[in-house]
């Protein structure tokens, strides 16, 4: 577990299902199921985190959903509580991710974005990732386009910014 700011990061579980979903659901238009996050929280090829506020680090206010591919770690869904955004709380996430993928030396980073979604693109391009494509009409609620970005992985002996 790392702190910055009384905002813990720990792995997910299923018994924050009930949390995942209100933020998933006040997040997205079309959000993933229950059964979607189930899935993805046991698998072990996936790298689920959370970001966590409050005494004990009771309250979840942001997660992470990253499932690895052969080239890369695909960031599947990232979302915060509305009441915590545009406080760091995504970068903190991604970071996180980062630091516990940076000794897999043959996996970038992938993601899909809303092309409407400037505030993101811009924290992703922060963080390094640049577009390399866009797939058209791949959001199912109004068949707004992707941009599909992607980060390299780290070279060997990098080191990562904090």
């Not at 905002?7 to 238009?29: F, H, K, N, T, W």
């Not at 591919?69 to 406080?87: C, E, F, L, S, T």
């Not at 903190?92 to 400037?118: H, K, W």
Request: with cysteine.
């Amino acid at each position: 577990m790392t702190s910055t700011d009384a905002i813990s990061v720990a792995e997910l579980g299923v018994d924050q299902l009930d949390e995942i979903e209100r933020i998933e659901r006040d997040s997205y238009p079309t959000p993933w199921s229950r059964k979607m996050f189930a899935s993805e929280l046991v698998k072990r090829s996936s790298i689920c985190i959370g970001a966590f506020r409050g005494e004990c680090a009771s309250t979840l206010v942001g997660y992470l959903v990253t499932s690895r591919y052969v080239d890369a770690w695909h960031i599947m869904n990232v979302a915060v509580d509305r009441g915590h955004r545009r406080q760091g709380i995504a970068e903190l996430l991604l970071d996180a991710l980062f630091a516990r993928t940076q000794a897999d030396p043959l996996r970038g980073y992938t993601l899909e974005v809303r092309v409407s979604n400037a505030g993101a693109i811009y924290l992703y391009h922060g963080l390094g990732f640049t577009p390399r494509g866009r797939r058209r009409g791949y959001y199912t609620d109004n068949r707004e386009d992707a941009l599909v970005m992607w980060r390299d992985p780290p070279r060997p002996g990098q080191v990562l910014d904090d």
